[in-house]
């Protein structure tokens, strides 16, 4: 399970992390709270401000991080079962990882809608992204109302395909790990409650996040509701950091670096510049 934690050292800023987060830089829109950007019933009265963010942080402008090609390998090595992500920055599609295992639980800007009640003709990315670009708000060939890439907003449910593979996943699951998250936000955050009881879970993250606060219900990484269910870890520090250091205990380090370095040259990019 991922968050925004695991884009952060590609360029792309999380909302939370104090100073560098995007809800402590939203200033120049002056929206009535942060979380307005991305909330659908302030998006509907005014669609400016999310397209103007969106035009920053589109996808294809970044490269993914040594977190996101871990993923890849172990799909590579047979034991990825699935990567549930919040990120809608389709990082996980650039690492290569088969979309099939992929579920974007917030959505992502891969496809898009129109968001008139009775309409909702889909548009492709690439109408989408012209628009964007050319600093226009997109609306709908049909009926002129609004159309928005299908990323979930505040006040809107989650996509079918996150609640149609979570029960059998999770009951599938024999080892968790959650990476760069505050899991505060719900239901993606409460999903780590749904393998089995004695399933190890691995926190990698820059802070201490979804602790319980009862039994079973949230991380318990000190033992504090009784040492036989006592299954969570916490490595504190960068999820990359993380990542490259379980790989060299994995022996797959030179795996892990090469994964990368193939996909930047094979895009010709120029990390230097
Ligand atoms: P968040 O609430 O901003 O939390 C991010 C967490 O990651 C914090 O606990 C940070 O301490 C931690 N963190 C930041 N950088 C690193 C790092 N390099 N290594 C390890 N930990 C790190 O973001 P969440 O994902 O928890 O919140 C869910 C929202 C954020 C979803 O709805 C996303 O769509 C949304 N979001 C996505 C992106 C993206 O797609 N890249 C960017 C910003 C926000």
Not at 4 to 25: E, K, M, Q, V, W
Not at 69 to 82: S, T
């Amino acid at each position: 399970m991922a968050g925004a934690g695991i884009s952060t050292d590609a360029g792309i800023p999380d909302f939370r992390s104090p100073g560098t987060g995007l809800y402590d830089n939203l200033q120049k829109f002056n929206l009535p709270h942060p979380e307005a950007i991305f909330s659908i019933d302030y998006f509907r009265r005014n669609p400016k401000p999310f397209y103007v963010l969106a035009k920053e942080l589109y996808p294809g402008q970044y490269v993914p991080t040594q977190s996101h090609f871990f993923v890849k390998l172990l799909e590579q090595k047979g034991l990825l079962l699935r990567h549930y992500t919040q990120n809608i920055d389709c990082l996980e599609r650039t690492a290569g990882i088969d979309p099939e295992l992929i579920v974007e639980a917030h959505g992502s800007f891969h496809t898009a809608h129109c968001i008139g009640r009775k309409c909702r003709q889909e548009y492709s990315q690439a109408w989408v992204k012209e628009h964007i670009f050319r600093d226009e708000i997109p609306r709908c060939s049909s009926c002129d109302s609004l159309v928005k890439p299908d990323i979930t907003f505040f006040g809107e449910g989650l996509p079918s395909r996150f609640f149609e593979l979570l029960v059998e996943d999770f009951a599938r699951c024999d080892l968790l790990i959650v990476m760069g998250t505050s899991l505060l936000v719900q239901p993606f955050a409460s999903i780590i409650d749904h393998v089995g009881p004695h399933v190890p879970r691995l926190l990698i993250n820059r802070m201490r996040v979804g602790e319980s606060k009862a039994p079973g219900a949230g991380f318990d990484f000190d033992g504090r509701f009784g040492k036989s269910l006592h299954r969570d870890a916490f490595v504190a520090g960068d999820s990359d950091e993380a990542c490259a250091l379980f790989a060299g205990h994995l022996g797959w380090l030179d795996e892990l670096v090469e994964l990368r370095a193939s996909h930047i040259a094979k895009q010709g990019l120029d990390l230097a510049k």
